[in-house]
């Protein structure tokens, strides 16, 4: 027991005392793996309302930035006067990561960078979150997307290949990727993705679409407009694939054909982009929660003809633009169809206090006056209408039904006749013009409007019906 | 014994473990720390593909040379956060020999209030003497007001020197050439004075029949009752984007009478039947049958391409020949327009410039119809950001090869590519055309503007053999990029000029033969965005070696031939009667 350690022993002890002092200095001074202040970011933000009512986020960007390195996201963009909603979310999910490290939050801060069209460091999470959950195809899927918005084609090959692998059932991706090869000349695998699209999806127009631009740049024309037909059957409102027959009708010499599926394209609401397509980055967009979100979709409601869902959503943004005369006039347009009247009336005087000679909320407050059969007011609002813009032809048309249930019918015809020459491409206006001429004892004129119709819309089945029931 | 060697092992063995523990510890390359989401995108992306040319390292492409030149102009956009459309569209500018000196004066449309709620600002003519530019706005008359856009220059009524036609926000002014330096507004007198919101405008004669005639480009059928409030995605207001105005014009095709009035032929010759949110447009013969077609850029509306029958109607042919929308189907915002044969097969192809989101776009004429290859000509990355306006495409550096410039600017408050204070400052960008690609050569150029570019006006404006340009600025001062290419290499320049006044032959087509290569221009001053450039024609010779041949069609379709031509010259060549031509050489 008595026995002297020997010096190396001394030595040995000496080592445990110092990696003791070593640890417990360690365990002080080491930085916390990534370290951030979790409650932190929200409190960067605050929210003022700006002169038009709008509330905005308020926020150093710098500060946020340097809190972004601190936890290793890359670096924001400038948010700084941007809509509150989306910012907060961002904030949020920033927070959580920090906080836990894990992947959901992580992907939900690429997600909204996705939505708000901050492709740099929505790229950024994508291509992180790529290797710390390998396995998700979605990742890669976004990661391919946003490569594709910045212009590096082949790092979006590369992931949406590495997607598809993945998730084979993926016609988005097929689709994306066929895009991408059709761009870079490279027709043999653009055709195998988009035919991989189609036999996906047969009931939706992007694969047909795909195979058909294929089929034109290998010069095979009748290929080509078989597929895209199949494509406008399928999806009967893609203005691109209308767009697509189109120039393929007129290299293939047919241009009447071509003329129509253009013509068509241009009636056609036109969407934006991939949005329609791409049920990933819809959900994207709807989780961003994003005032262009909300537009997009009061387009879709309005392309639909369904204006509960339209004043839904118009009620919605105006809660964030509260003086938006634009959604205003759109939110009114629905009442109007809703039966909501005076709700319409008060939405467009409220609107007219804030832009007194806007056309659309003119015409509006005429539409309403003439469902209150309160004909004065139509003509005074509509005169003060046609003031500001003899050329804003819905006034016109407006002005001719107005004049017609006022049994005047011969002014009434004028005035649509004015209409149809400002705007000679709207169907419907040359039909109701027929109408009224067919009702006030003209017919040859009816019949005469019926055939200018159909030299311009041969396919118009309403004017074919209409002329056959006055030619017997 | 035993315990104490016992004791002893235990003391070794946790030395030996709080040794590695410590070491652990203590080393940066055990720490477990975590890569973070930068350093994962990191590894993961690497560096963008941005292609910087290894044989484009120039220094010092271009020196603004305004200040130094006395040519200050700073242009009023009449912005006040409110927005509106026409605030953010100009301005233009034309370069013009003003008064008969054989240099080219600066013409730039002036800006000033969108409504008469203060003094408007003229338009500003800038005269070059030796020492550099003289304001000579006052006593030229060619000060009239703004808000102005687009500039053509061309001796419409053939007597010699060179007018001005000018498209505002209402009624345009054609400013005619006294023939002493001066002017006067004579657009209602002429019957040209068109008031819609007009945008580009060029002289061509359409019908060949020896006189000018005049199309001009109309935007949106504006006014301040129109505008509503638009947002960014992030809910900040913005401008609005063309088509929320919903009202697309027609454009005007005015025919020269020959007496100095003009007769307006828009519906009898086709051009009137259709509408679009028009801003650039581009003469030339697309399809090589002698006789001038049109390229409009529209605005998110499909671009017009109208193809001259030769009867004094033309038919659009755009979707037939596949260049109204680009090779996804988008009408694409067009704005500024270039054509010269970037593919060395004597057609002409196009470039359109764009707004940011999407690329620039490159439609390669394949004879009749048009293949967008906007990627494969690598227009990718680099273009993507950029709102470019301006565009010129031409030989920078004389290496036979051409090159383009691209002036830009956003028109939105998210402005993907922000450069200084003003949130729609972006840089402008430079790019050589090498191997069939368009490759960015920004960084190597030394262009290091950034503003809100507009317009680009290409021409030797210092007469030294080389290529300079002139850029206009939304809201901000105009720059005279001086080429600082060096004088050793080979260039020609050729002026084609026809008719009783020997004005430039505007719509000439001129191959040049040189060592094995053959060079396709046309004579044509109207390009980009707004803009009108210099009416002499300008070749790159590269390494080729003479003997240099040059083949003239005249805009009348008949054709001269002209041999032995020398190299670092600028040759001008008159059409006499017999439709031949006579060359006269002169050196810069």
Known sequence: MTERLAWYEWLAVLALLASGVVIVRARVSSPPPLPSPPEALPTLMRVEIAEDGRAIARLDDDTLATACRAIGLPDPPRLDGADPVPVRLLLEEMEAWAATRATPPLGRVGRIYQAIEMHGPALACFAALTRLEPDEAVWQYFMGTEAQALGRDDLAIEALEASRRRDPGDATACARLGRLYLERGDLDTAGARYEQCRALQPGRSLGHTGLGRVAARRGDHAAAIEHLRRAVAATPNDFLAYRHLSQTLAAAGDADGARRASERAERLPHYEGWLVFDEKLQASHALARTQRYLENQMRLAAGAGDATRLAELATRLLERRPRDHNTMALLATALIQLDRTEEALETVTGALALKPDGLRLLYTRAQIAAIQRDFDTVHRVLDRTEAIDPRFAPVHELRGRVLFLENRPEAGIAAIETAVTLEPDVIPRRLLLAVMQERSGDRDAAIRTLEATLAIAPDDERARAMLQQLER | ?588
């Open chain 2, 1 to 588: 014994m035993m315990r104490a060697r016992t004791f002893r092992s235990i003391i070794l063995c946790l030395a030996a473990v709080a040794a590695a523990a410590g070491a652990a510890l203590t080393s940066p390359r055990r720490a477990p720390v975590p890569p973070s989401p930068r350093q994962l995108a990191a590894e993961v992306l690497g560096e963008p593909d941005v292609r910087i040319s290894a044989a484009s390292t120039n220094s010092r492409v271009f020196t603004d040379a305004a200040p130094e030149l006395g040519l200050v102009f700073h242009h009023d956009n009449d912005a006040r956060g409110a927005y509106r459309l026409p605030e953010e569209m100009g301005p233009g500018a034309g370069l013009l020999d003003a008064d008969g000196d054989g240099d080219l004066d600066v013409f730039i449309a002036g800006g000033g209030p969108l409504t008469g709620d203060r003094p408007a600002r003229p338009c500003r003519l800038f005269r070059r003497d030796p020492a550099g530019y003289v304001d000579v706005t006052e006593m030229s008359g060619a000060g009239v007001p703004g808000p102005a856009y687009g500039v053509a220059c061309a001796d419409y009524d053939d007597d010699g020197d060179v007018d001005i036609y000018l498209t505002r926000l209402g009624r345009n002014a054609l400013l005619r050439n006294r023939g002493d330096g001066t002017f006067e507004e004579v657009a209602a007198a002429a019957g040209v004075d068109d008031d819609g919101f007009g945008a580009s405008c060029v002289f061509i004669d359409h019908d060949r029949d020896g006189d000018l005639d005049l199309y001009v480009v109309n935007y949106v059928g504006w006014a301040e009752e129109r505008e509503s409030p638009c947002y960014t995605i992030l809910g900040e207001r913005d401008y609005c984007n063309p088509l929320v105005y919903e009202s697309p014009l027609a454009d005007v095709l005015y025919r020269n009478r020959g007496d100095g009035t003009f007769e307006d032929v828009s519906m009898a010759s086709g051009i009137g039947h259709a509408k679009g949110n028009g801003l650039g447009v581009i003469a030339s013969d697309f399809d090589d049958d002698g006789w001038i077609d049109l390229y409009v850029a529209n605005d998110q509306t499909p671009a017009f391409l109208w193809r001259n029958r030769g009867d004094g109607t033309f038919e659009n042919v755009a979707t037939h020949w596949g260049c109204a929308y680009d090779g996804r189907g988008i009408a694409i915002a067009g704005m500024g327009v270039a054509s010269e044969d970037l593919d060395g097969d004597g057609r002409f192809d196009l470039l359109v410039t764009n707004i940011h989101g999407q690329t620039n776009l490159v439609l390669r004429n394949d004879g009749g119809t048009f293949e967008d290859v906007s990627l494969a000509m690598g227009l990718g990355v680099w273009s993507i950001p950029a709102t470019a306006f301006g565009v010129a495409l031409f030989d920078q550096d004389h290496d036979g090869n051409l090159d383009a410039y691209f002036a830009n600017g956003d028109v939105n408050v998210d402005n993907p590519m922000p450069a200084g204070d003003n949130r729609y400052a972006q840089p402008d960008q430079f790019a050589r055309l090498e191997n069939g690609r368009l490759v960015d050569a920004t960084a190597a150029s030394g262009v290091t503007f950034a503003d809100v570019g507009r317009g680009v006006a290409a021409g030797d404006l210092d007469d030294d053999g080389d290529v300079d340009l002139l850029l206009t600025n939304n809201g901000g001062p105009v720059r005279l990029l001086r080429n600082e290419q060096a004088g050793s290499d080979r260039w020609l320049k050729i002026s084609a000029r026809t008719g009783p006044g020997r004005r430039h032959a505007i719509g000439a087509r001129l191959r040049l033969r040189v060592g094995g290569r053959v060079f396709t221009r046309e004579v044509r001053p109207q390009q980009s965005y707004l803009c009108s450039g210099d009416p002499r024609v300008h070749f790159g010779l590269g390494d080729a070696v003479s003997p240099i041949s040059l083949e003239i069609r005249w805009p009348d379709g008949r054709i001269s031939q002209h041999e032995d031509l020398t190299s670092n010259t600028h040759v001008t060549f008159i059409q006499d009667d017999a439709g031949g031509a006579s060359g006269r050489e002169a050196t810069p």
